[in-house]
């Protein structure tokens, strides 16, 4: 455990000595860890096996979260939401007990995340959850798609288990599978991702089992305390060196026809305390809920407001609940950030207005001034990671519907560092995998043509966000569906403190010499012989551009991601020929000219 610029307990306040609370905390990493693995390797869903759309936790059985490991952002700071509705339903939860989870009016995220919970008990008594929870490709939506922006309310959405009971005395209950399966257009692929869930929950039981026979439940139980402890400290002590103040960052989810005609404006105000190591999340000024599915739920409202809190902490601060209990969020019922009133539609509540959450959360602190914050980033379901379905004509007509991560957005630069190029959105922050084309071109009847980097699209900066990403892709002897979601599109990622904006999202359809501009959120049919084109937004600029290093200048246009004429203009830096064939390099003394809004000559062109 590192401990550089650490808070360190004192020794009297101790539960257990340092070394073993180093080792504990390891271990209750790598069951975790495993858990993932378990989840990872059994499921059979490319989302989940492949792109990596699930998390996994332990939590104390009162809902304390104790780890969570390569979790997605928007699953780390709320995975007790989903949890504390079981004690409050249940006065009969026993030793090998699962619980089925994805309704987001008893804690759940959106309806496609699936979110398994098992007690760990020792010696008859209930002491821990191991949570596994995973995106599923299809959960019987009145669309083939878990991502419904139309969907006014739970009943256009799909399958609800609202705290079921999955397992009883470590027997699956197969009516409640079956409820499952005969609801779900990939029944058996669905099946398998909730037993790969099983498996991880098995896992991570047993493992915690072991744990307790080795050092005793007094140990363990004073390990957790040691450790909450420890992470309040932690991030109080992070807190502390904030400037004190309110601030306040508005951003736009972009409009949405019928839903959300002019937009989807997102607030959010943070009141830092540094003598208190405290900070309150104020997102009560934001607009009602909206007729349709962008709605967010309370988990993901609360996990969201949370992590973009400490996305501008320091990064070795541990996500347990010690630290997490030093950031208060203020929702209010009935706001489309906020807690939803039944029965609005939650279908996107992971994503879109969710991201723009995020990205509010992240930037609002650029109001401090540098270094702080970061600049706005692209967020999801562009149509590079839109959901595909059809009939497979290679496998008999067989149907197949999955969300593919051929191409997404990058991320805004922050202080010191420019964008994360595969950065995907927010909610997952580059933890989702950008898909393998020959993996996708495997399991699914799709050709993905191209993908890549288009040059000149992140927003400019002193550091710069990362570039937009490009392709085009298409349906092998069949038509295709797809459904996506490109927010970006009317309002793309805005640069901050003198930083430039990125690119913004775009689709089209291809079909023979034909171009046609599609809308941002759409159903559509690619059919045989057509193709669809993307653009998934480039990241929001941080700082003036003039202020970036003219060797970062170069090393850009010379990979290829900055143009040498956008060099010049943008950044008043002059490249010419360097030693190695097709390497430019900076010519100083012009680029100092420049720069001092001195007239170049000898043929270089004036800004």
């Known amino acids: 455990m590192d401990s550089i610029n650490r808070p360190e307990l004192d020794v009297s306040e101790r539960r257990v000595d340092p070394f073993l609370m180093s080792v504990l905390k390891s271990r209750f990493e790598a069951i975790v860890r495993e858990m993932t693995l378990v989840v990872m390797r059994a499921s059979r869903s490319a989302v989940i096996k492949n792109a990596r759309d699930f998390s996994c936790a332990i939590l104390t059985y009162d809902h304390r979260l104790v780890s969570v490991e390569d979790a997605l952002p928007i699953h780390v700071m709320s995975m007790d939401m989903a949890t504390r509705p079981l004690t409050d339903l249940f006065d009969d939860v026993t030793q090998g007990d699962i619980f089925l989870n994805n309704c987001p009016y008893t804690g759940g995220t959106h309806h496609a995340d699936l979110i398994m919970a098992m007690p760990v008990f020792f010696e008859g008594e209930p002491l821990f959850w191991v949570v596994a929870l995973s995106h599923h490709a299809d959960t019987g939506a009145p669309v083939p798609s878990t991502y419904l922006p139309f969907a006014k309310n739970i009943f256009e959405e799909g399958m609800h288990f609202p ?57 363990i139980l004073g390990f957790v305390e040691d450790w909450f402890d420890y992470g309040a400290r932690c991030a109080k002590a992070a807190i502390a060196k904030l400037p004190a103040g309110s601030y306040s960052y508005e951003t736009r989810h972009d409009p949405v026809p019928g839903v959300a005609d002019e937009g989807i404006p997102v607030k959010v105000t943070i009141n830092v305390d540094p003598e208190k190591g405290e900070i309150v999340v104020d997102v009560r000024d934001n607009m009602d809920n909206v007729p349709g599915g962008l709605n967010l739920s309370e988990n993901t409202a609360t996990g969201s407001c ?6 501008n902490l320091d990064e070795s601060i541990p996500h347990n609940e010690g630290a997490k209990s030093q950031i208060k969020v203020l929702l209010r019922e009935g706001s489309v950030i906020g807690k939803p009133k039944y029965p609005v539609g939650t279908s996107v509540a992971t994503t879109n207005v969710n991201d723009r959450l995020m990205i509010a959360g992240n930037c609002v ?24 379905s059809g009939a497979d004509p290679f496998k008999h007509g067989k149907s197949y519907v999955n969300q593919v991560f051929v191409g997404y957005a990058g991320g805004g630069a922050r202080h010191g560092f420019d964008g994360w190029l595969t950065y995907c959105g927010p909610a997952n922050a580059g ?18 043509e191209r993908r890549g980097v288009l040059p000149g699209s992140q927003g400019f900066g002193e550091f710069e966000g990362a570039p937009a990403t490009g392709g085009v892709f298409y349906p092998l002897d069949h038509d295709m569906t797809i459904v996506y979601a490109a927010d970006g599109t009317s309002f793309p990622p805005r640069g901050v403190l003198g930083g430039g904006d990125g690119k913004e999202s775009e689709t089209i359809k291809l079909r023979a010499n034909e171009k046609i501009v599609l809308p941002a959120f759409s159903e559509e049919t690619i059919e045989n012989g057509a193709r669809i084109e993307f653009t998934a937004c480039g990241g929001g600029g941080y700082g003036d551009p003039l202020k970036r290093d003219p060797k970062r200048v170069a090393a850009t246009v010379n990979r290829g991601w900055l143009s040498r004429e956008d060099a010049e203009t943008v950044y008043k830096v002059v490249l010419v020929d360097a030693d190695e064939p097709g390497l430019l390099k900076v010519e100083e003394a012009r680029t100092a000219a420049l720069r001092n809004g001195l007239t170049l000559t000898s043929g270089v062109r004036h800004a």
């Open 163 to 219: 705290c079921v009971r999955v397992a009883q005395n470590y027997e699956e209950k197969k009516d409640i599978l079956r409820i499952g399966t005969m609801r779900n257009r990939v029944p058996d692929m669905w099946l398998g991702d909730v037993r790969a869930q099983i498996g991880a929950c098995r896992t991570g039981e047993r493992r915690i089992g072991e744990l307790f026979a080795r050092y005793g439940r007094d140990t």
């Open 431 to 448: 933890l989702i995998q950008l898909d393998s084309v020959e993996v996708d071109e495997s399991m699914y009847p799709i050709v993905i």
């Open 365 to 388: 602190f650029s109001r401090m001034g540098a270094p702080y914050g970061q600049a706005e980033s692209g967020s999801h379901l562009p149509a590079g990671v839109g959901v595909i």
């Open 306 to 311: 949370r992590i973009g809190v400490f996305n």
